[in-house]
Structures are given as C-alpha cells and as structure tokens.
C-alpha cells in the first residue's frame, strides 16, 4: 500500500511539473548572462540609474541613505569641452529638467532620506490645491504642543487663527511647524489624514521611495523620501502658481496673535536674497531643511533663458548651497550647449509612455544584453525594452523579472516557484 501510494505522489508531481513547463511554452530563450561571466560580475559596465521618471527596482532603507551607492549615476556620455560633472559633497542630490522630468544629474537619487522641512513643500501643494486663501485655520491645542524639542514655531496657541494665506508665507518663510500641523488639521481634520494625502498625492506624481508621516517634516524614522521623489514633488509646487508666489517672496508681515505682536517672517533659502553672497539670479523658488537626522536639505528651483531647473540637496553637511550652485551651473551649461546643437547624452533609465529603457554611457540603449543597476539585474530585449513579469533561460537554469523589472532572488515566485540567492530556479 505504502508503495501504490509513492507511486502516485510522484505520478502527481511529474504531471505538474509537466503542466509547469507546458505554461512556460512561449519563454524566449535568452541569457542572463554572458557565456564566461560569473554571476556576481557587473554584466554592464555602468552602475546606477538616472530616469526622466522613476526608475524601476531601485529603493533603499529608510532614513539611514542606505541602499543604492556610489557617485553621479547618469554620467554623460557625451558633454561639450569644457563641461564637466560636478563634484558634489552631499550624500543625494539630484537636478532635474523641469519642463521634460528629466534628470541631468543624480547621485544616489533613489536612497530614501530624512527630508526635514523640504516636507512642507508638498504641504503647500496640497493646500494650494485644495483651500481658498481667504479661509480662516483656527489652531488646536493639538496643532500648537504636538512638536518636538527646539521646533521652529510662530509662538501660535490653542485658539489662534490665521487665514490659509498668512499661514501659507509661516510655512514657507519661516518654516514654523504648528503652522503645518494648523494646516493639515483644516484640510483633512487631522495629521494623520493629510499625510495619506501626502502620500496619495506623492504616488500621484510618480513618487516611488516616499512615506509621510506629518506636514512638517519633523524627526519619524517612518518619514522620508528621495532626492528623485522631491524634484517631482517640486516639479508640481512650483508650476503652482499660488506656491510659486509665496516661495520667492523675501519677507512677508504676521499679524498679532494671543502670545505674540505683528511680526515679519524672512526667508530663509539664501539663494533667493540679492543681498547675500550666495543669491543665484534667476531663483524663482525654494524651501530649506534641517534636522540632526536628516543634515542640510535643500530644494532650488531657477529659471533661466526658458529653462527651468530644480535642483534637490539631500544629507548635507553644510555643502548644500555650494553644490546647488554646482548643479545649477553644470546644468545650464548643458542646456545651453544642446541648444547650440551640440549632442549631449547621459545614461540612466527611460520611460516611454509605459515602457522603460535604458540608456548607456555611449548614448545607445540597452539591447539584447542585461544591465546590472544598483546591484540589481534587469533584461533588455531586442526591442530595447526592459522585460517584466516573465522567465528567462540560460544553461539549462531558469530565472525570473519581477513586475519591476529586477531579477527575483532566495524567494518564491508569483506563479509559485522558488528561486535561490542567485536567482536560480531551484528544482
């Protein structure tokens, strides 16, 4: 009997394995990777991963800018003489075009940060896009206590209201955090509420790496984002008309409130003052940053010659304007040669309406070869398309893409099988 039974689990486990490889009749068979390669070398060549949007598989730890590594990922691979990447001190940065999404430059732009007050510019955003200036925010005693030690605050109290547009110039200008807590409560009736706004909007724009926690930016080791994540979240505030208006205003009157009289707020993103050594002509908007987690942050948008610019600096020890200025010079500089008709390419990720390429050092796109990006490898097929959800052969093992495009490893697959730290079908 025991026998019978043996004979007829493995009668079952033949016919399924059969089944399995019946499914998989159409799998192209391409290789992983080249004959003579071992698997832990860099297939590619070039590691990281610039993206005119996100670019697929390439998160990172909360917080700690751990994850992706290494220095400027999309190095050009083609610049003008005279042209040279910039050296950038900070741990992130990123330097988008503004009017296309793309990125000119990146260095660790998908490790996921502490964001600290930048955070508010998203609050803005949203409160832009969801509040008439006009309407009164009365603050609650949870709005006005709910902060941590040393907080920059306007000295608001339970029972102060402020209009949303006087509120809105405490945010940006003086970066006041009861202000942020006042604003998210009159929006969605608590902190909590609007920050899945945040988050909803964030995924919205094409945020992949952001989680937020609170509107103000304050310490959360749940709270973070992305160098990549807060260009596109800029990218949107400053096409915002009401955003734009009050990030590039220099000073702005507060009026008396229970604890405190009429008083001036300055803004703090020097680059935007004449008067100061480190103004930057052609500024039109920006929000500053800091936390003993999160370091100097910083965001920049400029406009010059209709090209438009933002720059984001993540994790800085006190670099943050010097390497802006370094971007935004580097950045103009390019813009400025490929309007002459000089050739300028730069390698990093691609997406075309929804599908994703991979542009090379030497201004071709991945085709019919694998990529290794990040630590991660993906597939690129005849066609240049970066392939997903689907299996690949090669020397007789099998592996397979996730719906990102990264090869799936020491997990179970979506159709059930197991693949070890190679990536290998084990079977």
Request: charged share 15%; hydrophobic share 35%; net charge positive.
């Amino acid at each position: 009997m025991a026998k019978k039974s043996c004979r007829l689990w493995s009668l079952v486990i033949s016919i399924s394995i059969l089944a399995a490889f019946t499914s998989y009749g159409n799998m192209p068979l391409i290789q992983p990777f080249p004959e003579g390669k071992s698997k832990t070398e860099n297939v590619s060549g070039p590691s990281g991963g610039a993206a005119s949007e996100i670019g697929p598989g390439l998160g990172a730890g909360a917080g700690t800018g751990s994850g992706q590594t290494g220095t400027a990922s999309n190095e050009a691979g083609s610049l003008p003489a005279g042209i040279s990447q910039p050296e950038i001190q900070s741990e992130g940065a990123v330097l988008m075009d503004a009017s296309t999404g793309t990125l000119l430059y990146s260095k660790n732009g998908d490790t996921r940060y502490y964001p600290a007050s930048i955070t508010k510019l998203m609050t803005a955003l949203l409160v832009a896009e969801k509040c008439s200036l006009p309407d009164t925010v009365t603050f609650s005693k949870a709005a006005t206590t709910n902060l941590e030690s040393g907080a920059v605050t306007l000295g608001l109290t339970e029972g102060d209201k402020l209009t949303v547009e006087q509120c809105l110039y405490g945010l940006m200008l003086k970066s006041a955090n009861e202000v942020a807590n006042g604003l998210a409560e009159h929006v969605s009736g608590s902190v909590s509420g609007f920050s899945a706004l945040m988050n909803a909007r964030a995924k919205e724009l094409g945020c992949t790496g952001t989680n937020f926690v609170n509107p103000n930016g304050l310490n959360s080791s749940s709270h973070y984002t992305t160098a990549h994540d807060m260009a596109l979240i800029a990218r949107a505030a400053f096409q915002n008309d009401t955003v734009r208006k009050v990030a590039s205003t220099l000073s702005y009157q507060i009026p008396a409130t229970t604890k405190a009289s009429a008083r001036t707020v300055t803004m703090g993103h020097k680059m935007l003052n004449p008067g100061d050594s480190r103004y930057y002509p052609g500024v039109i908007g920006g929000k500053t940053g800091y936390t003993s987690l999160a370091g100097n942050t910083l965001v920049t948008c400029v406009e010059k010659n209709g090209v438009r610019l933002i720059a984001v600096i993540m994790k800085s020890k006190t670099t943050h304007y010097a390497d802006t200025k370094s971007l935004l010079d580097y950045g103009f500089a390019v813009k400025a040669a490929a309007g002459q008709g000089t050739q300028v390419s730069f390698a990093g990720w691609i997406k075309e309406g929804a599908k994703w390429y991979y542009g090379k050092q030497d201004g071709n796109k991945a085709c019919n070869e694998w990529q290794k990006i990040n630590g991660v490898y993906y597939w690129f097929g005849s066609d240049s398309v970066m392939a997903e959800n689907r299996w690949v052969e090669s020397s007789g093992k099998w592996f397979y893409l996730g719906t990102d495009g990264a090869m799936l490893k020491d997990t179970v697959t979506p159709d059930g099988y197991r693949v070890d730290s190679s990536g290998a079908w084990i079977r």
